[in-house]
């Protein structure tokens, strides 16, 4: 074989060298892939092996030629081979050019066609294109809304051309006017306007609903219209966050606060109110969704029991189970750590679920320096829920098992889990020695997040006595605090998880001034990726000048 390898003169004269850039380029990519998922896929591991087999058969083939030609007497005249080489890989590197540039050609026009918006706005601040949220938001409305404008003089133009957009995107729902309060006196009268040349504002309304935005200081941005848009349109729900235990608080502006959360549910036209069950003894009537959000302490068998007659009847809720205590193995956990954080699986195992005593960890996909803060895309396909969500990260989650033993009638299904079956784990090792131990802890993909629902009888939802019961429980509350909420798309999943639990059809409006991250945060796996485009591109460099030189050096010697 290596005989009639070697009788080919362009194989010997010119393919070598290609061949060579072709197999370290091969070698190199997968080394990168092994290194970004820290396992061995089957895709590095077929280019590892296939690329190393290239790689040997290119360096025993030249040496045979080096050697076939300095001890061969029939080998023809240097010039005899060389005679014709240069022309006719010309004419190869030339058609290989048109044909790289006509795919390169066709596959980015395809790209852009696809991908770019039909309208070209070409202004600095894209003053004339709303968001993706809001084109989506407006395109869901069901309700008229009208925006009336007060502003004395001649209008801004930006104000025009936004108002414009919010009509063109809402598919009629959405109509505008600017009036001038000043020359007409008696219209801005009906909306029980002071006239006030210095004021500036925006009325909103739908039906009997009406939000004012005040943009006498700043530009009226499309954030603020659009949460006016959102909060008059849609009918007004509320949460309960429970209080008593030590649980995250809506009033608090620290890091460990969910004020933030709040004002996004309140920016969505969701109230939230505080309740604590010791004192009320009682969950409201108007208790759409209850939240407990991640309790320091046990719950008393009393307010347990209200719970589970809350849910029985066809309450909805949602659960953040903090993380279970870790310590050094050269300290022990007191007893008071190890009740700290309940599971409250009391509650949770009526509804087939039980909450472990463990940590979840991925060492492929972590958030800064602890393997226990997995971030993931791993998600149970949901339109409400799941869909369009980029990474969501959490610290230190516990796994969740499905019992055994539960209702048929109660449907499961995961929300969020880690990715990798042989890097992640639920650890059940609390002295911080991160190792799996087969038998004692569970291998990935790991659960984290669940949501049930138990569908009621027909005839009692039609009568009223009661309704569908809808739970998600989440084993970790820091990834809606506010120093965590605004990265990756964690409020984006607070919000979809409280919208389904209000059994609302449309989605949750962000703004996206609230999401914009302020310092680039990348997972582990992010980051070795963004390793591994640095290294190609001098690589790559690298390789093209090798075999052109060494494709010189073959040619002309």
Request: charged share 20%; net charge negative; aromatic share 8%.
């Amino acid at each position: 074989m290596i005989k009639s390898i070697l009788s080919s003169r362009s194989v010997s004269r010119a393919s070598p060298p290609i061949l060579f850039g072709l197999s370290l380029i091969g070698l190199a990519l997968g080394a990168s892939l092994f290194y970004i998922e820290q396992q061995l896929s089957f895709l590095a591991l077929a280019l590892l092996i296939s690329s190393g087999l290239l790689l040997i058969v290119i360096i025993v083939v030249t040496l045979a030629y080096r050697f076939r030609a300095t001890t061969s007497e029939l080998e023809l005249p240097r010039s005899d081979k060389v005679q014709l080489l240069p022309k006719q890989w010309k004419k190869l590197g030339v058609i290989i050019a048109i044909a790289v540039t006509s795919v390169t050609f066709i596959g980015l026009s395809n790209y852009l066609a696809a991908n770019s918006e039909l309208r070209w706005d070409v202004t600095k601040g894209k003053q004339h294109t709303l968001s993706a949220n809001t084109i989506e938001f407006l395109g869901a409305l069901e309700r008229e809304v009208q925006l009336t404008a007060f502003f004395v003089g001649t209008p801004p133009k930006y104000l025009q051309d936004l108002f414009k957009e919010y009509e063109r995107t809402s598919n009629g729902f959405v109509t505008t006017e600017i009036i001038d309060p000043i020359e007409q006196v008696a219209y801005a009268a009906k909306f029980g306007n002071v006239i006030n040349s210095q004021e500036q504002k925006v009325i909103v309304q739908s039906g009997i609903n009406r939000k004012d935005v005040d943009f006498s200081q700043n530009p009226l941005s499309e954030e603020l219209l659009t949460n006016a848009i959102a909060s008059a349109s849609r009918v007004e729900k509320t949460v309960y966050f429970l209080t008593g235990h030590g649980e995250y608080s809506t009033g608090n502006e620290d890091n460990t606060g969910l004020s933030k959360f709040a004002q996004l549910l309140t920016d969505n036209n969701i109230i939230s109110k505080p309740l604590m069950l010791g004192i009320s003894q009682s969950i409201p009537e108007d208790c759409d969704v209850l939240i407990i959000a991640g309790p320091k302490s046990e719950l008393s068998k009393n307010e347990e029991a209200l719970i589970e007659a809350y849910l029985l009847a066809g309450g909805d809720a949602l659960f953040l189970i903090e993380h279970t205590f870790v310590t050094t193995p050269d300290k022990t956990l007191s007893a008071e750590q190890l009740t700290k954080n309940p599971d409250l699986n009391s509650i949770l195992n009526q509804w087939g679920l039980n909450v472990e005593a463990d940590i979840v960890v991925d060492i492929t996909n972590y958030v800064g320096e602890d393997v226990g803060s997995p971030a993931t895309k791993n998600y149970q396909r949901h339109k409400a829920i799941t869909e369009g969500l980029d990474y969501t990260f959490y610290i230190r989650p516990r796994s969740i098992t499905l019992l055994e033993k539960r209702s048929p009638n109660i449907k499961h299904a995961v929300i969020a889990s880690t990715a990798s079956t042989t890097n992640s784990w639920a650890e059940t090792n609390r002295n911080l020695e991160i190792r799996f131990d087969k038998g004692a802890d569970t291998a990935g993909p790991v659960p984290f997040s669940y949501v049930v629902i138990d569908e009621k009888n027909a005839a009692n939802i039609k009568s009223g006595k009661t309704s569908d019961t809808r739970l998600i429980v989440f084993t970790d509350a820091d990834f809606l605090t506010n120093v965590y909420i605004d990265q990756y798309s964690n409020a984006q999943m607070g919000l979809n998880v409280v919208n389904w639990l209000l059994e609302l059809d449309y989605k949750a409006f962000i703004g996206d001034k609230k999401m914009t991250v302020e310092r680039l945060d990348l997972t582990s796996k992010q980051k070795r990726q963004v390793i591994v485009i640095l290294f190609f591109m001098p690589f790559s460099f690298l390789i093209l000048g090798l075999v052109m030189w060494l494709r010189n050096r073959e040619l002309q010697g």
